[in-house]
C-alpha cells in the first residue's frame, strides 16, 4: 500500500507569512508524528496524535507551531508568522498504536523562510 | 533526558568491505531502537528495529545489535556496495517519540 506522503515537497516563503504542511499517514495507521530536521539541531520531536486522545505537544519550540489532525487521519502543521530559524525539513510519520512501534517516514517537506 | 551519539560522523570505505556503525544512548529505559537510512534530500528509510527484549535483528546484509546495559547498538552491513553509500541514522525510542543521533554518513568507493 501507499507509504506516508507529504505536501508541498518543497515551500519558499517570505519572514512572516504563514505557512501549512500536510502529511497523509499510512492507511489504518492511528499514531501520527511530526519531526523537524535541521542543520544544526539534527531530527527533534515536534508533536505526538495518537487516536482521539490529546496531542503531546511538548516538542513545538514556540507557540507559533500548531498541529491539527482530522478525522484521525491527515495532519497539518502550521508555522505562524515564519522566521529564518524555522528553515528546516519537515518529516512526517505514522505509526500502528502499540507501544513504541515502528514508526514509518514521509519524504518530508523543505521549507525556506527568506 | 535521552541522548543518542553516533560515531563516527563519516565513514569511507571500499567497496565490498564490512563494517560497523556505532550507536549509543545515555537512558537504558528505551522501549526499541530503530536504524534508519537517509539518502540525501530524502526522508528517511527503517532499515531495522530491535525491541527493547531482543539483542538483535538481521535483513539481508545488515545485522543491527543491541545491548541496553552498556547502552550501545551497532549496525553491521556485509559486503559493502556503492548504493549502500547514505547518511545512516538510530534513534531511540521512549515510549513513543524517538531521539535521533545526528548520523554516520557512509560512502563506499567502487
Known amino acids: 500500500g501507499a507509504g506516508v506522503s507529504q505536501s508541498p515537497s518543497n515551500k519558499v516563503t517570505e519572514k512572516g507569512k504563514d505557512v501549512e504542511l500536510r502529511c497523509d499517514p499510512i492507511?489504518?495507521?492511528?499514531?501520527l508524528y511530526w519531526y523537524r530536521q535541521s542543520l544544526g539541531q539534527g531530527l527533534e520531536f515536534l508533536i505526538y496524535?495518537?487516536?482521539?486522545?490529546?496531542?503531546?505537544k511538548s516538542g513545538l519550540p514556540s507557540d507559533r507551531f500548531s498541529a491539527e489532525r482530522t478525522g484521525g487521519s491527515v495532519s497539518t502543521l502550521t508555522i505562524q508568522r515564519t522566521q529564518q530559524e524555522d528553515s528546516a525539513v519537515y518529516l512526517c510519520?505514522?505509526?500502528?498504536?502499540?507501544?513504541?512501534?515502528?514508526?514509518?517516514f514521509g519524504p518530508g517537506t523543505r521549507l525556506t523562510v527568506l | 533526558k535521552q541522548e543518542v551519539t553516533q560515531i563516527p560522523a563519516a565513514l569511507s570505505v571500499p567497496e565490498g568491505e564490512n563494517l560497523v556503525l556505532n550507536c549509543s544512548f545515555t537512558?537504558?529505559?528505551?522501549?526499541?531502537l530503530q536504524w534508519f537510512r537517509q539518502d540525501p534530500g530524502k526522508g528517511l528509510t527503517s532499515l531495522l528495529l530491535?525491541?527493547?527484549?531482543?539483542r538483535e535483528q538481521t535483513s539481508g546484509r545488515l545485522n543491527a545489535s543491541l545491548d541496553k546495559s552498556s547502552g550501545r547498538s551497532t549496525l553491521y552491513i556485509a559486503a559493502s556496495q556503492p548504493g549502500d553509500s547514505a547518511t545512516y541514522l538510530c534513534?531511540?525510542?521512549?515510549?513513543?517519540?524517538?531521539?535521533f543521533g545526528k548520523g554516520t554518513k557512509l560512502s563506499v568507493i567502487p
Open positions: 510519520a505514522s505509526s500502528w498504536p502499540t507501544g513504541a512501534a515502528e514508526q514509518f
Open positions: 492507511s489504518g495507521h492511528t499514531a
Open positions: 496524535f495518537q487516536g482521539n486522545s490529546a496531542p503531546d
Open positions: 537512558d537504558s529505559a528505551i522501549y526499541n
Open positions: 530491535i525491541q527493547s527484549s531482543q
Open positions: 534513534a531511540g525510542a521512549g515510549s513513543y517519540q524517538l531521539t
